[in-house]
């Protein structure tokens, strides 16, 4: 997967319209592999790993931890470019992804969100909005609680099974498990930050961004609520429903998933030629 690094030293001979593709809590730029696939090689994928995933260290703590602050590395790839780019992100990088296009609204391209993790919007909302947000709370709480005892496994299992379905973890892959409690720690960090996040509605309301919305038929309600909200507040945008999909559509329904990424994207670029739209997304 291209990384940040990687990128910017091709940045002298690479042409391509950029993708920045930001993965969903203690997941990796791996997670879309699949995209750059379908992508081929008429777009630069660029995958930022968010703070204490992958390969990426924890968080310094020298202040308080923001969506700002996450959004910072996308951000610096946005001004090293020189067209506008195409940005995705899939749920905490989806609420990352939506504080980057308020940071630099006239340099995205297209905005492409599967279920976004952006808490703050449950804020604005009537009943729908205060059951999703108090579901929420009480999941940050657990693990919150989790971590401060050194309980780390169990707090990530409160985390995964939430997410994907109780048992999910225990299912998990034994290097797949470690890797969620390692990220155990950051987790109430990213809940605080989604949660507390100060962006008004007015500031999305004044995006004027091609934007995606996708949401998985069995997503979790928190997320499935702030997708609807969304819809009316954002000017531009488009829904998409994926059938038999939960809040991981990304990797469990890949194939689905990418394609309708791949279509919005092409549909907002105009350095691609619609007879050019890559058919491999659409598989």
Request: glycine share 8%; aromatic share 6%; net charge neutral.
């Amino acid at each position: 997967m291209s990384t940040f690094a990687a990128r910017t030293a091709l940045d002298a001979i690479d042409h391509r319209p950029t993708v920045i593709a930001l993965h969903c809590s203690g997941s990796s730029g791996r997670q879309w592999q699949s995209l750059g696939e379908a992508l081929g090689d008429r777009f630069a994928l660029v995958a930022p790993e968010l703070y204490g995933c992958g390969t990426r260290d924890q968080w310094n703590g020298e202040r308080a931890f923001t969506l700002a602050e996450e959004a910072a590395t996308a951000v610096a790839v946005i001004d090293a470019e020189r067209a506008p780019v195409h940005l995705v992100g899939h749920s905490q990088g989806g609420a990352v992804a939506l504080r980057v296009a308020c940071m630099r609204p006239t340099r995205i391209a297209s905005l492409s969100l599967y279920e976004p993790t952006a808490f703050h919007v449950l804020k604005h909302m009537g009943e729908d909005g205060v059951a999703a947000l108090a579901e929420i709370r009480e999941l940050a709480a657990d693990i919150d609680r989790g971590v401060a005892s050194g309980a780390y496994r169990a707090a990530a299992q409160r985390f995964v099974d939430y997410w994907n379905g109780d048992g999910s973890f225990v299912a998990l892959k034994p290097q797949v498990q470690a890797d969620m409690v390692r990220y155990a720690p950051k987790s109430g960090l990213d809940f605080r930050a989604s949660i507390d996040e100060r962006t008004p509605l007015a500031a999305l309301r004044r995006l004027r961004i091609p934007t995606l919305l996708l949401r998985g038929e069995h997503g979790p309600m928190s997320t499935a609520a702030i997708v609807r909200k969304l819809l009316p507040v954002m000017r531009s945008v488009v829904a998409c429903d994926v059938a038999d999909a939960g809040h991981m559509g990304p990797l469990t329904h890949a194939a689905a998933v990418n394609g309708a990424i791949m279509r919005h994207i092409a549909a907002n670029e105009p350095r691609l030629d619609a007879r050019e739209t890559p058919v491999r997304a659409a598989a």
